[in-house]
């Protein structure tokens, strides 16, 4: 694609800048600090099972924190990501290795989301405004630097979708049908995204399902032919970890144990830390830890227990489940991931204060004051412009539905499957990279009306 010079050099300065933000607030992040038990949270969790699962032991401790590779519940990818630089590297340079190269996918991201809306459009300005929420937006800056899978999980479903919008559907509208190898590579970039976040599961049967509806436009077999060859691909790669599991450990895995879990935290009411899930679902967790194990590190929860609550959660009231699915996921769309660690005030909270009690100049200036004010105000921002700004673009691009689809229907994908599992900002996260897309169509269109003379698309040739 032969790209105007003027969009060229602001691309490059949007990534540099987008890295070197990265970078910097990379560098004011503790290191050694995540690998305690006590501090870490998941960070740690995942730096101990990646250390223990190329230790070649099943079961052991590492800085005061237990692994149990035989009953490893989530996918494997992001642990042998952690656990492969703790065999050459101290803890604070594999800590910070870790942070380099995510903050690098990070930015490959944003030049990904300046593709798919270029190509779609056939208009560079898309592209641009499209980095630009994911190169500059704040929480895609603090994520770069956490010790947990989304930065990869987003990287890998990006690139999926980019190589299937522009080098396999884009590629067949402009007559080409040699791109089974992009089918293929779509497949792969969709499987490394199920290996790193088990909820990406079923997303490949949506893009199946689109190849099918392009099938009825014409050629069905061909795109049925794709269609097949990318599931089975994509299964091949996805199930390496099932394979792993029943092989190693005589146990079935698809994708993750945590189905039941999700469904679980997502029925209940009075669901929180593990100390406290612990508690609803057993009465005395003594008697079932294994001989050795001085805390409880391999007890699993059995299905019947969660089945069982389940049924006694939505039985009671259906309306009522439904409600708490309903207000969880509108919660979390309505939360921007990435602010909590930006201080303990929330900004919402103290906004709604002041408009409901003082509405004053002073009670302006204290809310002004909260720590982290700034940054998550930018936040706020990147995040509703990308949702409002995405919705408009929907509509915009109904006649590019070919290439938009695949877009839109990850987030369906995500919000459906989330209505039913467990909801945070940070599982609803992943859609601001197709919202952040399609708003980038709103914008141009803004941008159009305005000065139609001065703004209108330079040409994109391919």
């Not at 960070?43 to 223990?52: F, R, V």
């Not at 969709?190 to 049967?205: K, N």
């Not at 949702?387 to 877009?407: A, D, E, H, Q």
Request: charged share 15%; proline share 4%.
């Amino acid at each position: 694609m032969q790209i105007n010079d003027r969009y060229t050099r602001w691309l490059w300065i949007i990534l540099i800048v987008g890295f070197g933000l990265r970078i910097a607030y990379a560098m004011t992040q503790p290191t050694v600090e995540l690998f305690s038990g006590v501090d870490g949270g998941d960070s740690s969790w995942y730096l101990a099972n990646g250390w223990g699962f190329f230790s070649g032991k099943e079961h052991g401790w590492i800085r005061n924190v237990p692994f149990y590779l035989s009953e490893l519940p989530t996918a494997p990818f992001y642990i042998l990501y952690a656990g492969i630089f703790q065999t050459v590297l101290a803890e604070h340079e594999t800590v910070v290795v870790m942070r380099l190269i995510q903050s690098i996918l990070g930015v490959a991201t944003a030049y990904l989301a300046y593709r798919i809306p270029t190509v779609v459009r056939d208009d560079a300005r898309a592209g641009l405004f499209a980095s630009i929420f994911i190169a500059l937006n704040p929480a895609f800056v603090i994520e770069a630097s956490n010790i947990a899978t989304e930065t990869f999980y987003i990287f890998f479903l990006t690139l999926g979708l980019w190589l299937y919008i522009e080098y396999v559907v884009k590629a067949s509208i402009l007559g080409k049908h040699n791109v089974m190898i992009f089918v293929v590579l779509t497949a792969l970039a969709l499987g490394m995204g199920t290996l790193t976040r088990a909820v990406l599961l079923l997303f490949p049967v949506g893009i199946f399902i689109h190849m099918v509806m392009l099938g009825f436009a014409g050629n069905m077999w061909l795109w049925l032919r794709r269609g097949i060859v990318l599931l089975v691909v994509y299964t091949m790669l996805a199930s390496t970890w099932t394979v792993y599991n029943w092989g190693m450990w005589d146990r079935v895995v698809i994708g993750s144990t945590q189905l039941m879990p999700a469904l679980w935290r997502g029925a209940v009411e009075n669901d929180g830390t593990p100390q406290e899930n612990d508690a609803l679902l057993i009465e005395n967790p003594e008697d079932v830890r294994p001989e050795g194990c001085e805390v409880d590190c391999k007890y699993q929860t059995d299905t019947e227990t969660y089945i069982e609550q389940i049924n006694e959660s939505i039985g009671g009231s259906i309306g009522v489940f439904v409600s708490r699915r309903i207000n969880e996921l509108t919660s979390s769309y309505l939360q921007p991931h990435g602010t909590t660690s930006l201080g303990d005030v929330s900004v919402r909270e103290g906004v709604l204060s002041w408009i409901q009690n003082e509405r004053s100049v002073s009670g302006l200036v204290s809310l002004m004051q909260i720590e982290g004010f700034a940054l998550k105000l930018l936040v706020w921002l990147f995040h509703y412009s990308s949702i409002v700004f995405g919705i408009i673009g929907m509509w915009l691009s109904r006649k590019r539905w070919r290439l938009t689809l695949p877009l839109i229907g990850f987030i369906a994908y995500t919000t459906l499957i989330h209505f039913v599992l467990l909801a945070l900002p940070r599982y609803i996260f992943p859609v601001e990279v197709p919202f952040a897309i399609l708003a980038s169509f709103t914008i141009v269109a803004i941008l159009d009306r305005l000065h139609p003379l001065k703004t209108s698309p330079e040409s994109i040739t391919q």
